[in-house]
């Protein structure tokens, strides 16, 4: 069995980073540089081809063995995939793909030119080149997608003994195996057997006997967030698919299910602050500038008509200057706690926490906590403001609004999501720029507004 290349802990990670740095800085050092990325891990080589300049990455990329290619082609974010991919000829593409297990071209197909996927379907040999149209027939975001076909089978009739033989007689058990699939003559699953019952008990005794008749299974079209909660909820560290007729065409590991979970934390994180797709930080400048700009220019809106608002209370600021001063409080804490609101909104919808029957009691209880924060909040600025400025009524009118505004920022935090989930949109997607265009708007039109009607 080959040895694996060395994984790095972070610490030796970064370390080796700065090495590469080093032997780029001195130029005239390939060979060098090869020595220091052959022993890595795909993975490591992936976030150090990440942390370069477009220049230098490709530098590094073009000392990478073609052999290699390809495993460290499917660590890499998409940004930087395609970058990379962008500048290989179609031969290169169709070697790269071709290292890989038919799943994994799976995985990396989408990036690619229709051509080379045509090409290496054609270049692989007939099992594979099935296994392949499966695998591809299956729609992003579900249990198809991400399954491998790498598992081991066994019929229920045999004996552990036999099992056991079978097992030692491989060159490695597939990664992540944690059990196997008992199936029948026509490939039906009939349960699991986990390893830790098989080393545990007795040799004689038949697989039936022992096996785990009704074990977590999935459907190909499963969505894929169903599976991740199963996998995070029992503990999961593989599980079989089976088709509609139940047979077992492939099974479901916790890697797999990890890169899914963390590629849709990703994808959140920049819906939220309005990005479209996930971003090379080293990308060329148009690039980004047509991935930000559609929402900077929603938040330019927003902006002007927050100042809009603060315009229209233009004498009542001239007359009570402590307005100015103090009106960024309450918007700003408003923001704060409208973000808080939409991000435990939005984490809940996709976790398929939210029935539509309980709208209404999520309403209440996140008004029911802006009003007691209210309160408590709005009543000791309310006090700080008395003691800067010796107003009571300032003080009053500070409390009050401070109120209001967290009423509706927990409103609109509870609102931009729902309404979005009903349209059929991603509730995160600009979930942060649109409550804080809410609250600011809000937060300046309240304050003003309460000041304009009792002290002036």
């Not at 599980?239 to 590991?253: H, K, M, N, Q, S």
């Not at 600011?440 to 000041?451: K, N, R, T, V």
């Given at each position: 069995?080959s040895?694996?290349?060395?994984?790095?802990?972070?610490?030796?990670?970064?370390?080796n980073?700065?090495?590469?740095?080093?032997r780029?800085?001195?130029?005239?050092?390939?060979?060098?540089?090869?020595?220091?990325?052959?022993?890595?891990?795909?993975?490591?080589?992936?976030?150090?081809?990440?942390?370069?300049?477009?220049?230098?990455?490709?530098?590094?990329?073009?000392?990478?063995?073609?052999?290699r290619?390809?495993?460290?082609?499917?660590?890499?974010?998409?940004?930087?995939?395609?970058?990379?991919?962008a500048?290989?000829?179609?031969?290169?593409?169709?070697?790269a793909?071709?290292?890989?297990?038919?799943?994994?071209?799976?995985?990396?197909?989408?990036?690619?030119?229709?051509?080379?996927?045509?090409?290496?379907?054609?270049?692989?040999?007939?099992?594979?080149?099935?296994?392949?149209?499966?695998?591809?027939?299956?729609?992003?975001?579900?249990?198809?997608?991400l399954?491998?076909?790498?598992?081991?089978?066994?019929?229920e009739?045999v004996?552990?003994?036999a099992?056991?033989?079978y097992?030692?007689?491989?060159?490695?058990?597939?990664?992540?195996?944690?059990?196997?699939?008992?199936?029948?003559?026509?490939?039906?699953?009939?349960?699991?057997?986990?390893?830790a019952?098989?080393?545990?008990?007795?040799l004689?005794?038949?697989?039936?006997q022992?096996?785990?008749?009704?074990?977590?299974?999935?459907?190909?079209?499963?969505?894929?967030?169903?599976?991740?909660?199963?996998?995070?909820?029992?503990?999961?560290?593989s599980?079989?698919?089976?088709?509609?007729?139940?047979?077992?065409?492939?099974?479901?590991?916790v890697?797999a299910?990890?890169?899914?979970?963390?590629?849709k934390?990703?994808?959140?994180?920049?819906?939220?602050?309005?990005?479209?797709?996930?971003?090379?930080?080293?990308a060329?400048?148009?690039?980004?500038f047509?991935?930000?700009?559609?929402?900077?220019?929603?938040?330019l809106?927003?902006?002007?008509?927050?100042?809009?608002?603060?315009?229209?209370?233009?004498?009542?600021?001239?007359?009570?200057?402590?307005?100015?001063?103090?009106?960024?409080?309450?918007?700003?804490i408003?923001?704060?706690?409208?973000?808080?609101?939409?991000?435990?909104?939005?984490?809940?919808?996709?976790l398929g926490?939210?029935q539509?029957?309980?709208?209404?009691?999520?309403?209440?209880?996140?008004?029911?906590l802006?009003?007691?924060?209210?309160v408590?909040?709005?009543?000791?600025?309310?006090?700080?403001?008395?003691?800067?400025?010796?107003s009571?009524?300032?003080?009053?009118?500070?409390?009050?609004?401070?109120?209001?505004?967290?009423?509706?920022?927990?409103?609109?935090?509870?609102?931009?999501?729902?309404l979005?989930a009903?349209?059929?949109?991603?509730?995160?997607?600009?979930s942060?720029?649109?409550i804080?265009?809410?609250?600011?708007?809000?937060?300046?039109?309240?304050?003003?507004?309460?000041?304009?009607?009792?002290?002036?």
């Open positions: 069995m040895e694996l290349p060395t994984r790095l802990e972070v610490e030796d990670l970064q370390q980073l700065r090495a590469v740095q080093d780029l800085a001195r130029k005239h050092e390939p060979a060098a540089l090869r020595a220091e990325l052959d022993p890595l891990h795909p993975a490591d080589v992936a976030y150090i081809l990440e942390a370069l300049p477009l220049e230098e990455r490709l530098l590094v990329w073009n000392l990478v063995k073609t052999e290619e390809g495993e460290i082609l499917l660590e890499l974010s998409e940004a930087v995939r395609e970058s990379l991919i500048t290989m000829d179609s031969k290169e593409l169709v070697a793909a071709e290292t890989l297990e038919a799943d994994e071209i799976a995985d990396l197909a989408p990036d690619l030119p229709e051509e080379v996927v045509q090409d290496v379907i054609r270049a692989l040999p007939q099992e594979e080149r099935v296994l392949l149209r499966a695998a591809l027939s299956y729609a992003e975001g579900t249990v198809g997608a399954m491998d076909f790498d598992q081991i089978t066994v019929r009739d004996t552990l003994e099992a056991t033989r097992l030692r007689a491989l060159d490695e058990l597939p990664a992540h195996t944690d059990q196997l699939f008992v199936v029948d003559r026509e490939q039906r699953l009939k349960g699991t057997l986990p390893l019952r098989l080393i545990v008990s007795d004689d005794r038949e697989v039936g022992v096996m785990v008749p009704e074990s977590m299974k999935f459907h190909p079209e499963d969505p894929a967030e169903d599976a991740a909660q199963a996998f995070e909820r029992y503990d999961l560290v599980a079989p698919v089976a088709d509609e007729f139940g047979r077992l065409i492939g099974r479901l590991t890697n299910v990890m890169d899914h979970i963390r590629e934390s990703a994808e959140t994180q920049l819906a939220e602050a309005g990005l479209s797709k996930e971003e090379d930080v080293f060329p400048v148009w690039n980004s047509k991935n930000r700009w559609a929402w900077l220019a929603v938040n809106v927003t902006a002007f008509i927050a100042s809009r608002v603060i315009g229209a209370f233009e004498g009542s600021i001239e007359r009570l200057v402590a307005l100015a001063a103090l009106m960024p409080i309450v918007a700003g408003g923001g704060n706690s409208g973000n808080q609101t939409i991000t435990m909104i939005v984490r809940a919808l996709a926490q939210i539509s029957s309980y709208w209404t009691k999520l309403v209440a209880k996140e008004l029911g802006a009003t007691l924060n209210g408590l909040w709005g009543g000791l600025l309310g006090v700080v403001t008395y003691i800067l400025y010796g009571v009524a300032l003080g009053g009118v500070m409390a009050l609004a401070m109120l209001l505004t967290l009423l509706l920022a927990s409103g609109m935090g509870v609102a931009i999501p729902y979005r009903r349209l059929g949109q991603d509730p995160a997607v600009g942060s720029v649109l804080t265009a809410c609250t600011d708007s809000g937060g300046f039109f309240i304050f003003l507004g309460l000041a304009t009607l009792f002290l002036l």
